[in-house]
């Protein structure tokens, strides 16, 4: 967390930034210390993402790992919280719908702590899923950065490849993959061609 919090009840907190930023093994850290405190904590995941260490663990790309229950909306979420639970997480939390923002309110006015982890924008460089909804009503939000692979600079934007060049812009939204699909690139460095003809990019500063 970027500094300081104490509340008494329920609040959310909100992990958000690119790929390889380190989002998940944020979530990972909060969710021990958590377990550590002797808190009763739930881990939830997007049934979409089976990488690394498969579907029923969060995962993070340096190996760590912590038990998790997949599912795929926020309606599969909420039939399987477990009433003791004091923290609730929830990893890839883009990939979730609408619904996910009305569930954490509701668990945080009922006294939990939610932890979710997710990419704010998606390859294009635009707002994903429910994220921007999620960060404007959280209590605490903390947004990583990874390092651009071409300038070295702070990277801000999710760049996915395919056959190693840059994707266009009608791609599919969701593409669940690791380094082979995807880079962290700074807003300079980022590149989303307008079509798999065209090559005009957006989102680029060419000046």
Same mark, same amino acid.
């Given at each position: 967390?970027? *500094?300081?919090?104490?509340?008494?009840?329920?609040?959310?907190?909100?992990?958000?930034?690119?790929?390889?930023?380190?989002?998940?093994?944020?979530?990972? &850290? &909060?969710?021990?210390?958590?377990?550590?405190?002797? !808190?009763?904590?739930?881990?939830? !995941?997007?049934?979409? +993402? #089976?990488?690394?260490?498969?579907?029923?663990?969060?995962?993070?790309?340096?190996?760590?790992?912590?038990?998790?229950?997949?599912?795929?909306? #926020?309606?599969?979420?909420?039939?399987?919280?477990?009433?003791?639970?004091? %923290?609730?997480?929830? +990893?890839?939390?883009?990939?979730?719908?609408?619904?996910?923002?009305?569930?954490?309110?509701?668990?945080?006015? &009922?006294?939990?702590?939610?932890?979710?982890?997710?990419?704010?924008?998606?390859?294009?460089?635009? /707002?994903?899923?429910?994220?921007?909804?999620?960060?404007?009503?959280?209590?605490?939000?903390?947004?990583?950065?990874?390092? @651009?692979?071409? @300038?070295?600079?702070?990277?801000?934007?999710?760049?996915?490849?395919?056959?190693? !060049?840059?994707? /266009?812009?009608?791609?599919?939204?969701?593409? %669940? *993959?690791?380094?082979?699909?995807?880079?962290?690139?700074? &807003?300079? @460095?980022?590149? %989303?061609?307008?079509? +798999?003809?065209?090559?005009?990019?957006?989102?680029?500063?060419?000046?």
């Amino acid at each position: 967390m970027s *500094g300081p919090f104490h509340q008494t009840g329920g609040w959310i907190e909100v992990v958000a930034g690119v790929m390889f930023s380190g989002k998940s093994e944020e979530l990972i &850290r &909060r969710v021990r210390r958590a377990m550590i405190a002797k !808190k009763k904590v739930q881990v939830f !995941k997007s049934h979409l +993402d #089976a990488r690394y260490a498969g579907l029923y663990k969060v995962s993070s790309h340096d190996g760590r790992t912590v038990e998790a229950v997949p599912a795929d909306s #926020a309606a599969q979420i909420s039939q399987q919280i477990n009433p003791q639970a004091n %923290v609730i997480a929830i +990893d890839e939390a883009q990939f979730l719908d609408d619904g996910i923002v009305e569930l954490v309110t509701s668990l945080a006015a &009922r006294g939990r702590r939610v932890i979710l982890a997710g990419t704010d924008t998606d390859f294009r460089g635009e /707002p994903f899923g429910p994220m921007p909804q999620l960060m404007a009503i959280a209590e605490v939000v903390d947004k990583l950065h990874a390092i @651009c692979v071409l @300038c070295g600079g702070p990277a801000s934007r999710n760049q996915r490849l395919i056959g190693g !060049k840059p994707a /266009p812009y009608n791609s599919p939204q969701v593409m %669940v *993959g690791g380094t082979e699909a995807y880079e962290a690139r700074c &807003r300079m @460095c980022h590149e %989303v061609p307008a079509s +798999d003809a065209g090559q005009v990019t957006l989102f680029r500063n060419t000046a």
